[in-house]
């Protein structure tokens, strides 16, 4: 059963924009972080991004700091990551997954980068920047 679906992905040239969502919408767990990597063809996953359910962000990686910005609707499962000023660097599969690991108190508004977090992943969008 899907349950994490990423859309809005697409080719855009060098300085566009994009804005990909993740409907988690169909989730039936509780959850309390979402978070944004990318995969390009022969690297690691990497954390672009990520935000709690109650709002708070971490810090965003050096290679899209300043370009990337997360944000959502909680009380509709719907999550977003804005790209901007994108680069052929960019190129990747780009998916969302939910940290659904039980927390409470400061710790409800924390959220990492690290894939290992993270325990239900969206099967992808592609976005392309060609050079």
């Known amino acids: 059963q899907v349950q994490l679906v990423e859309s809005g992905g697409g080719l855009v040239h060098p300085g566009g924009a994009l804005r990909l969502s993740c409907d988690a919408s169909?989730?039936?767990?509780?959850?309390?972080?979402i978070g944004w990597f990318r995969q390009a063809p022969g690297q690691e996953r990497e954390g672009v991004g990520c935000?709690?359910?109650?709002?708070?962000?971490?810090d965003a990686p050096e290679s899209v700091k300043g370009r990337f910005t997360i944000s959502g609707d909680n009380a509709r499962n719907l999550w977003y990551l804005q790209m901007n000023s994108l680069e052929p660097g960019d190129t990747a599969v780009y998916y969302c997954?939910?940290?659904?690991?039980?927390?409470?108190?400061?710790?409800?508004?924390?959220?990492?980068?690290?894939?290992?977090?993270?325990?239900?992943w969206g099967a992808g969008t592609q976005v392309t920047v060609p050079s």
């Open positions: 169909r989730f039936t767990l509780n959850y309390y972080a």
């Open positions: 997954a939910v940290d659904s690991t039980p927390r409470s108190g400061s710790y409800l508004y924390t959220c990492g980068l690290g894939r290992v977090e993270y325990d239900t």
């Open positions: 935000i709690s359910r109650w709002g708070g962000v971490t």
